[in-house]
């Protein structure tokens, strides 16, 4: 699973090493700044000013460069929540409405696309904790429990119910909305094939010329002049 759409780990080399056994968590973080700046614009004043770093930035797009592999402490939040959690940041502020957080799906899908990967790599479970519950997902703001930080972000109205539920979908995908048509065994299948019964789902299909698939196969095999094999117009 590709975690990011751009790698910029080898220019980010203030930090330092660190071990990934004893990782605890995700982290979640806002960038406080103009929600509109790429993420590559964000990486880059980090950069220069080397005022702060984290593993993944995201931004309203649903770009996410990386900007430190995970075996790297990063400049996120204290101490602690630097050596034993992986940090994401959204180009976002800590005082949007549960709505304007909404209003941006690309960017929080792609940002579940990451946490998604840290979770199956680490075994965290795809849920909101704080620092007495981890291993999970929390926010900076949790972390101020360990001291050392006073940031609040990504702030109160950051909807973790919807992000978690995000996660959890990338790591178990649901079986039917936007897949397959579903199917009720037997029943749908036959109907399917052979168009019958034909309640108008499947009366035959637009791809096929309007015909069922047996119809379609049969067209086919016509087509290649296979003995018995007999087409039947479309529909009938
Ligand atoms: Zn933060």
């Known amino acids: 699973m590709t975690y ?14 660190r071990s990934t ?22 990486a880059n004043y980090q950069l220069t000013s080397q005022t702060g770093s984290y593993h993944v930035i995201v931004d309203l797009t649903g770009k996410r460069l990386r900007e430190n592999t995970d075996d790297w402490a990063t400049w996120s939040s204290g ?12 180009t976002a502020r800590a005082d949007w409405t549960r709505q304007q957080w909404l209003d941006q ?12 990967h840290w979770c199956k790599t680490y075994g965290f479970p795809a849920r909101k904790v704080d620092t007495r519950s981890l291993p999970g997902i929390l926010g900076h703001n949790d972390t101020r429990a360990w001291g050392g930080t006073d940031h609040t972000d990504p702030g109160p109205n950051f909807p973790y119910d919807v992000f978690a539920q995000m996660v959890n979908d990338v790591l178990n995908p649901p079986k039917t909305p936007g897949g397959p048509v579903a199917l009720t065994p037997d029943r749908d299948t036959k109907a399917q094939l052979t168009g019958s019964p034909d309640d108008g789902k499947y009366p035959g299909w ?17 087509a290649l002049k296979i003995p018995g094999f007999k087409d039947q117009k479309a529909g009938s």
């Open 206 to 222: 637009d791809q096929l010329g309007g015909r069922t698939v047996v119809n379609a196969l049969a067209a086919i095999g016509a």
């Open 4 to 17: 990011f759409d751009v790698d910029w780990s080898p220019r980010f080399n203030f930090g330092e090493p």
């Open 79 to 90: 101490n602690q929540g630097n050596n034993i959690l992986l940090h994401i940041c959204f």
């Open 21 to 42: 056994s004893g990782l605890k968590g995700v982290c979640v973080h806002t960038s406080e700044g103009n929600p509109n700046i790429t993420a590559e614009n964000l």
């Open 105 to 116: 799906p690309k960017m929080l899908r792609a940002g579940a696309t990451v946490v998604a």
